[in-house]
């Protein structure tokens, strides 16, 4: 296990000019012949990379290369002496059928896929595998016509063309790309067509491909990308590049999908969306995740980056794309409000634990291990930064400025930075890259004095970060600051954006009465934690603040001290007792509903578990639970009345509507039917179960069903998975609402569940959604007899024989072990040890399972 570091970076020795492939596809020998242009770049030995591959034949400049010119290892081929100019020739052999890591050249479903970002060409060929080996690509592939009818790569298609049962077409791709952006598809699937135009007049075929039978789901995925195209356009003036643009789906893929030039390649999850089979989170997800891969065509395949550190510089900038884009389809508020709640919910407890790292991490053993949330959700958030501390105008100036700089080249951070400071000369902006470099949430404080002789207002604001492995000691970091001071009314005296980059400092307002509140950091403006605010301040802020993202915000932080404070009663051995104060806070919620209901619907969900946990010394999940329950249940009673009506009201959205009021409404009536079945009335949620074709309204049923062990779970479950047994990506939530259930029974049945005849480990959605989801299910997971971990320790150790990168990613679950009572560490952390004992283990499980053991 060799740790790969930054500041190791040296450039290519050779580059590639021009890549000739030739596939001769065969599900278990597949020969790939690959002819390279080279030249040299820079002092060295030519090493191309290379895993399981059989080498047939080499040749340099057309002749055969005897043994001793050429080494090869397991880590690829060594060429010993090399002119600066020459043409390297290699046929190799591989299998495809048993590449069950779902990286490199695979068989899934009805034929042929590949996926090379991060490492995968290697797997296909010798080829300097790294971003900034940037060549032009021809490929022909040849296989069965019959079984592989369909035949995809990157670029345009030059020719086609079948002999004896077995068919064949040329692919060109004239952009110079990296080798993790190459794709071939070869396999039985029926398109879904369109086009485009873009604004300059380019024509564009737009297909999607999937199985037969599926065809009928695309309609969504084809009108997103037709909207992001657009939409590319209209904000940044980034027009699509080529003639063709083709998605493929394949049900077995290891991550959401890839941004392949040319040819997107997505796991079905994100393309496939009906109302009868898809959620209206599906519904918004396979929008985000169409937008997010074309918006990579320029940030990503355009620019692409010099080295995996750079993955941010594509991840964290692509994110704050499609999270504008998704901002501009729907309401902005809530788009933010779900932003920051995954962000807290996922970044911040890994910036809080031993798998912290930074967004420009300094070091990996295995990098499939670093497509985290701090990669691309916190990347987004600095990205967003700079547009705050810019404004929009400044902002779309540095873009056009990176992209014209960079365009068709490997950039790094700092090119990034470059070409922003170049838009705003006047101002001094190098603070912003410690975000880059430092791990860890800064927490900040404010504290505000009024003078009333000179009329003036003063807030001092100081920020800390903890220490996180590897960096003991913090700077401050450059932060802007949205504030608004309201008057007693919640009108606003002012708003405004502050620049905070000291460990303390002190902001003056002059001329101002004093305000009745501060609200800080408004829309989330800098990913930090603010702490010390009081309860009466938030429960101001929650029923007048303007900014709609701090109205949320102030309930979430109210709610989170009323939780925590029982949770501590609870412990005490005390009766519950609901807080009057997040009674009436709810109940106000319920009474705005008209004024926004998917906004609403945000506001009534509490905090979740797993965030009354981060505020926790030592967590108690059990306590949690039973007080987040008890609340949720006395909430429900209390407020039965306003609960119903609200409930009637929002259920007359038509099913097949998927516009934002209607998600709106559905949102709202489910979030009233969720405190109905949480006050013991499941009867609405049954019958709810029984009358709807809208997959929304039965999962949002079906999930407070599952949640009470009885006939009517078990006769509900049972009937949908009859239903959709043959429906993957259904089945797959009927798998995820078992493991997320709050029923006393729930570690059993996921148990139960791992044997069930549908549960499959080579399929990445399947273990998600039964494995990740339970081991996201806090109270059920953290389990005091250690059932749970052992669980999860289990299938870490079966999947990292065959899929290394998602039983990495499953470790994860283990790491906040410090965070627990004494037993439940001691349980977690010999799961820990259990999976580093296991020989022959991968580096990627390797990695985190060590990372997360400290
Ligand atoms: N750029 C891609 C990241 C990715 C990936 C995709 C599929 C399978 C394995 C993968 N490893 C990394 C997807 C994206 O962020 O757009
Ligand atoms: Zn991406």
Same mark, same amino acid.
């Given at each position: 296990?060799?740790?790969?570091?930054?500041?190791?970076?040296?450039?290519? *020795?050779?580059?590639?000019?021009?890549?000739?492939?030739?596939?001769?596809? +065969?599900?278990?020998?597949?020969? *790939?012949?690959?002819?390279?242009?080279l030249h040299r770049h820079a002092a060295g030995q030519l090493h191309l990379n290379g895993r399981k591959? #059989?080498?047939?034949?080499?040749?340099?400049?057309?002749?055969?290369?005897? !043994?001793?010119?050429?080494?090869?290892?397991?880590?690829?081929?060594?060429? %010993?002496?090399?002119? !600066?100019? %020459?043409?390297?020739?290699?046929?190799?052999?591989?299998?495809?059928?048993?590449?069950?890591?779902?990286?490199?050249?695979?068989?899934?479903?009805?034929?042929?896929?590949?996926?090379?970002?991060?490492?995968?060409?290697? #797997?296909?060929?010798?080829?300097? !595998?790294?971003?900034?080996?940037?060549?032009?690509?021809r490929v022909r592939m040849s296989a069965d016509a019959k079984r592989f009818p369909v035949l995809l790569s990157n670029g345009n298609k030059l020719a086609e063309g079948e002999e004896y049962g077995r068919h064949w077409a040329e692919w060109e791709d004239p952009h110079p790309k990296p080798s993790y952006l190459f794709a071939l598809v070869a396999a039985d699937l029926v398109a879904v067509k369109d086009e485009f135009t873009t604004r300059s007049g380019r024509h564009v075929d737009l297909g999607i491909w999937v199985e037969r039978g599926d065809e009928t789901r695309c309609g969504h995925a084809m009108a997103s990308l037709k909207r992001a195209m657009l939409?590319?356009?209209?904000? %940044?003036?980034?027009?699509?590049?080529?003639?063709?643009?083709?998605?493929?789906?394949?049900?077995?893929?290891?991550?959401?999908?890839?941004?392949? #030039?040319?040819?997107?390649?997505?796991?079905?999850?994100?393309?496939?969306?009906?109302?009868?089979?898809?959620?209206?989170?599906?519904?918004?997800?396979v929008e985000r995740v169409i937008a997010h891969e074309y918006f990579h065509n320029w940030t990503g395949d355009r620019v692409t980056c010099r080295d995996w550190f750079q993955l941010s510089l594509k991840e964290g900038l692509t994110v704050f794309r499609d999270q504008e884009y998704m901002a501009d389809q729907f309401s902005a508020a809530v788009k933010r409000i779900a932003d920051v709640r995954l962000l807290r919910a996922t970044q911040f407890r890994d910036d809080a634990g031993p798998l912290a790292h930074p967004v420009r991490p300094a070091s990996y053993l295995e990098i499939n291990n670093f497509y985290t949330t701090t990669i691309y959700?916190?990347?987004?958030?600095?990205v967003r930064m700079y547009r705050t501390l810019m404004g929009r105008e400044a902002f779309r100036h540095g873009m056009e400025i990176y992209i014209r700089d960079n365009d068709n080249s490997a950039a790094t951070v700092e090119d990034f930075f470059n070409a922003m400071q170049a838009a705003v000369p006047? +101002?001094?902006?190098?603070?912003?890259?410690?975000?880059?470099?430092?791990?860890?949430?800064?927490?900040?404080?404010?504290?505000?004095?009024?003078d009333p002789a000179s009329r003036s207002f003063t807030l001092t604001l100081r920020q800390t970060t903890k220490p996180t492995p590897g960096q003991d000691e913090k700077h401050p970091f450059l932060m802007p600051v949205a504030i608004g001071l309201l008057d007693a009314e919640g009108r606003d005296l002012l708003s405004e954006t502050l620049l905070f980059h000291k460990a303390e400092q002190s902001f003056v307002f002059a001329d101002i009465d004093q305000p009745a509140a501060v609200s800080l950091f408004r829309g989330f403006s800098a990913p930090i934690k603010l702490k010390g605010q009081s309860r009466e301040r938030l429960a101001f802020l929650a029923a007048k603040d303007t900014d709609l993202f701090n109205r949320w915000d102030a309930l979430q932080q109210y709610a989170t001290a009323v939780l925590l404070e029982a949770v501590a009663a609870h412990q005490d051995g005390q009766v519950f007792r609901l807080d009057d104060g997040l009674l009436e806070a709810i109940a106000a919620t319920l009474r705005e509903a008209p004024r926004d209901p998917a906004f609403t619907a945000e506001a009534l969900l509490l905090p979740a578990e797993s965030l009354l946990a981060d505020e926790m010394g030592v967590v108690d999940p059990d306590a949690i639970h039973a007080v987040r329950e008890a609340t949720r249940a006395a909430l429900g009673e209390a407020l039965r009345d306003r609960l119903n009506s609200t409930y009637w009201e929002y259920g007359k959205v038509d099913p097949a509507d998927h516009s934002g009021p209607a998600m709106g409404a559905r949102a709202l009536k489910n979030a009233t039917l969720a405190y109905l079945a949480a006050s013991g009335d499941a009867s609405r949620a049954w019958e709810q179960f029984n009358n709807t074709g809208n997959m929304t309204d039965r999962l949002a049923a079906l999930t407070q069903l599952a949640d009470l062990p009885g006939e009517k779970r078990d006769t509900a479950l049972t009937s949908f998975y009859e239903t959709w047994r043959n429906t993957p990506l259904v089945l797959d939530k009927w798998f995820s609402v078992q493991a997320r259930a709050n029923a006393a029974d729930t570690l059993e049945r996921v148990q139960a569940l791992t044997r069930h005849e549908a549960f499959e480990l080579?399929?990445?959605?399947?273990?998600?959604?039964?494995?990740?989801?339970?081991?996201?299910?806090?109270?059920? %997971? +953290?389990?005091?007899?250690?059932?749970?971990?052992?669980?999860?320790?289990?299938?870490?150790?079966?999947?990292?024989?065959?899929?290394?990168?998602?039983?990495a990613r499953l470790v994860s679950g283990l790491s906040s072990w410090r965070r627990f009572d004494t037993a439940r560490q001691d349980l977690m952390r010999a799961e820990l040890e259990r999976i580093l004992a296991r020989e022959g283990l991968s580096s990627n499980t390797y990695e985190m399972a060590s990372k997360a053991l400290g």
């Open positions: 296990h060799i740790p790969v570091n930054l500041a190791d970076y040296t450039p290519p *020795v050779f580059q590639v000019e021009t890549v000739e492939l030739e596939f001769d596809l +065969h599900p278990a020998a597949t020969l *790939v012949r690959s002819r390279l242009r591959l #059989k080498l047939r034949e080499i040749l340099l400049d057309g002749e055969p290369l005897g !043994d001793n010119l050429y080494s090869l290892d397991p880590s690829g081929l060594t060429v %010993f002496e090399v002119p !600066d100019e %020459f043409t390297l020739e290699t046929l190799v052999e591989i299998n495809p059928a048993e590449n069950t890591e779902l990286s490199g050249l695979y068989m899934s479903g009805s034929g042929f896929f590949t996926q090379c970002e991060p490492e995968g060409f290697r #797997k296909i060929t010798f080829f300097p !595998d790294r971003p900034d080996v940037m060549a032009r690509y939409w590319d356009e209209d904000t %940044f003036g980034l027009e699509y590049d080529l003639d063709v643009f083709n998605i493929a789906a394949v049900s077995d893929f290891n991550a959401g999908a890839m941004e392949n #030039k040319g040819l997107n390649i997505f796991n079905t999850a994100y393309v496939l969306a009906s109302s009868a089979t898809a959620t209206d989170t599906d519904f918004q997800n959700e916190k990347g987004a958030e600095v006047e +101002h001094n902006i190098w603070q912003i890259m410690r975000w880059y470099e430092q791990a860890g949430t800064p927490e900040v404080t404010a504290e505000e004095t009024y080579r399929n990445p959605n399947r273990v998600r959604s039964l494995i990740g989801a339970f081991s996201a299910n806090q109270a059920k %997971f +953290h389990n005091a007899s250690g059932a749970g971990y052992r669980l999860l320790g289990d299938m870490v150790l079966r999947l990292d024989e065959t899929n290394p990168q998602i039983a």
